[in-house]
């Protein structure tokens, strides 16, 4: 007996199982395949949402109401003595007895007040363009002189400049800064028209160069009217 060998037995356990890579790989499956079907059945359970439902809508808070003010009511207007309480304003006779600043006189004892203008200094008898005359600049031979324009009427107007000297030559004449007018030349002097309007208050200066001329001219005017300064 002593001459007959044992076969080897199997492996039991951990080795056999380490032994035989076919069974883990097997194992594997099977455990996927388990994994797969208990992920199919929990996402089938889940009932889906039907079509065009909307989440619930989340509680609004009420608005928070201001307190309300009171508004002012305005006083009535005390009644006057023979006018009448359905009247929705004073009439201008009214408005005349209560003191305004801004009611006129009345005309004709009507009780109209009548609109109180400052009269221009136009309708004072100051003509609409007045003149004033100066010499800006003297040297040898000549000088500069000017007349300073202002339009007192309460519209745009135009002007005419007129001087005459004791002989003597014009050389130029401007408007500084605004459309240049006409210029006639004569014997004594010249005529300067406005290339441009005058607004209403506004101010305008014509300049010019004579040689060989007195500074004092002998006449000088705007729109027929006498300048002033000299």
Known sequence: ??????????????????????????????????????????????????????????PVPSAVVAPSVPTSVPSPVPVLPGLSGRASGLPPSATALSGSPSAGPTVGGTGRPTAARSPSRAAQGQPAMSGRYRV??????????????????????????????????????????????????????????????????????LRFHMERASSTPHECTVDGVRCGGF
């Open 1 to 58: 007996m002593s001459g007959m060998r044992r076969s080897p037995r199997p492996p039991h356990g951990p080795v056999a199982i380490a032994s035989s890579p076919w069974i883990v790989v097997g194992a594997g499956v099977v455990v996927m395949v388990v994994l797969v079907f208990v992920a199919m059945g929990a996402y089938r359970g889940r009932s889906p949402a039907p079509d065009g439902a909307r989440p619930p809508a989340l």
């Open 136 to 205: 800006v600049q003297s040297f040898d031979g000549g000088f500069i002189g000017e007349v300073a324009m202002v339009n007192a009427s309460a519209r745009s107007r135009g002007w005419t400049v007129r001087l005459e000297f004791s002989g003597g030559r014009l050389v130029t004449a401007w408007v500084e800064g605004v459309p240049q007018g006409t210029i006639h030349r004569s014997d004594d002097g010249f005529t300067y028209v406005s290339g441009v309007e005058v607004s209403p208050g506004g101010s305008v200066s």
